[in-house]
């Protein structure tokens, strides 16, 4: 042994009793050649020498292989290096499955197998993604780091558990269409809770793989998944899978979707599934439906944009019903909740006031008459929507007009009707 070698033993054997006193070392009988051994792969193993570390390790592995789990960890990098740069592809993939097995001895001699397995995913998906003679034994591990890890199992793994899924299927794999949907199914409730900027991102690449798999389309889901839906109403994880499909294959305007909708609602309460609820009911002309989940909506947040984004569709749909004067409060609410929406909320009640001239006018006065266009031009200034203020202009009463009916530019005149403002004069010329 070299000055160097003698020197890293010796430093070596101080790192082990200081560690000794610290972790776990299950050393075997012969302890000192134990630690020889592991002075020596680990002296290789730090400077790349994965051969010569190799051949240390594989006497700890046969004769101490509960020593500790590091002999396992480095095995697997030592494997992994020694993999790297081997250019015959057979002796690469047996280095490959070698460092794989370090995960199987880990759970073996030191359990935690969750979280070992949810590392052993990741690694050999890297390493026999591309290779089909591995895709059944990577389904069956990703599935089973899945059912240990559940909302834990790695965000990468969610996506390399589908994309395993679909090379198995597109190379001939024998999984059903109901195999592919329940494991798909898992994986997207893993991301549903999981937390995220890229997390709605990653859904939307499960389902492209989905729909390279299976066909999911309209009737898929009205004949197979309603049917499920219907027999069993409460059926939570039935609906889950209808929306997630629906909105995948463009079939959210189906009657399921909204049944789904609905029944996922009452076991999940949500903000934002309120809103589609209620928009769904809009486009189907239920104007109950809608109002009842935009209500909803409103008392499951308190987020003042949502909020006050719900109060301008309140608005629009009194708008739609002719109340006006209820509509035109749920626009002051939006307006108040959220100071973005106030171009939007202000303008809004422009327009009713301006549209207000057909209901409102008695024809005793021009002046007053067009008080709804003077009122309206009122409501576009606070908005700073100068095009509407221009075009209410047009409208106003003339000079000659206000001069015959002895009143003045600036001063005010009553607005009636339901409009009830008091506006300033102004003429059109």
């Known amino acids: 042994m070299n000055v160097h070698s003698k020197f890293t033993l010796f430093v070596f054997f101080l ?25 020596l792969y680990t002296d290789a193993y730090k400077n790349e020498l994965y051969t010569e570390a190799l051949s240390h390790l594989i006497w700890l592995h ?13 095995g697997l990098k030592i494997y992994e290096g020694l993999a790297n740069k081997e250019q015959d592809q057979v002796k690469k993939l047996a280095y490959q499955e070698k460092a794989v097995e370090m995960y199987d001895l880990r759970i073996k001699y030191f359990n935690k197998e969750a979280s070992v397995l949810n590392r052993k995913a990741s690694t050999a998906y890297k390493y026999f993604r591309s290779n089909p003679d591995k895709y059944q034994e990577l389904l069956e591990l990703f599935e089973r780091a ?5 909302d834990k199992l790695y965000d990468g793994n969610t996506l390399a558990y589908m994309d395993i899924i679909r090379r198995y299927q597109r190379g001939g794999g024998n999984l059903t269409d109901d195999d592919i949907l329940d494991r798909y199914d898992k994986i997207s409730q893993v991301l549903s809770n999981k937390q995220g900027a890229n997390i709605e991102s990653m859904q939307n690449k499960i ?8 066909t999911v389309d309209c ?55 309120a809103k589609v609820i209620a928009l769904k009911c809009k486009s189907k002309g239920d104007n109950a439906c809608m109002v009842d989940y935009l209500d909803r909506a409103l008392a499951l947040t308190e987020e003042n944009a949502q909020k006050g984004e719900i109060y301008i569709i309140l608005g629009a749909v009194q708008v739609s019903s002719g109340a006006k004067s209820m509509a035109r409060n749920y626009f002051l609410k939006a307006a108040s909740a ?59 009463p003339s000079k000659e007009e206000v001069f015959l ?23 059109r010329d």
């Open 15 to 39: 790192v082990v009793s200081t560690a000794t006193a610290q972790n776990v070392w299950n050393w075997p009988e012969d302890k000192a050649k134990a630690m020889e051994k592991v002075a």
């Open 62 to 74: 046969e004769h101490s292989p509960d020593l500790n789990s590091s002999i396992y960890i480095n």
């Open 146 to 150: 899945l059912e240990l890890n559940g």
């Open 207 to 214: 389902d492209e793989m989905l729909l390279e798999v299976v």
């Open 219 to 273: 009737d898929y889901i009205e004949q197979n998944l309603g049917a499920k839906l219907k027999a069993e109403p409460d059926n939570i994880k039935v609906a889950k899978k209808i929306i997630q499909l629906s909105l995948s294959g463009k079939c959210a305007d189906s009657e399921v979707f909204l049944i789904a909708a609905k029944t996922l609602f009452e076991a999940e309460p949500d903000f934002g599934l």
């Open 338 to 396: 959220d100071p973005g929406l106030t171009a939007k909320a202000y303008t809004s009640i422009g327009n009713l006031y301006f549209a207000g001239y057909k209901d409102c006018r008695l024809g005793k006065s021009k002046v007053e008459d067009r008080g709804c266009y003077l009122a309206a031009y009122e409501m576009y200034r606070k908005a700073g929507n100068s095009a509407a203020m221009a075009r209410a202009k047009q409208q106003f």
């Open 405 to 427: 009916e002895e009143k003045l530019v600036g001063d005010g005149v009553t607005v009636g009707c339901w409009i009830g403002e008091t506006a300033i004069i102004r003429t």
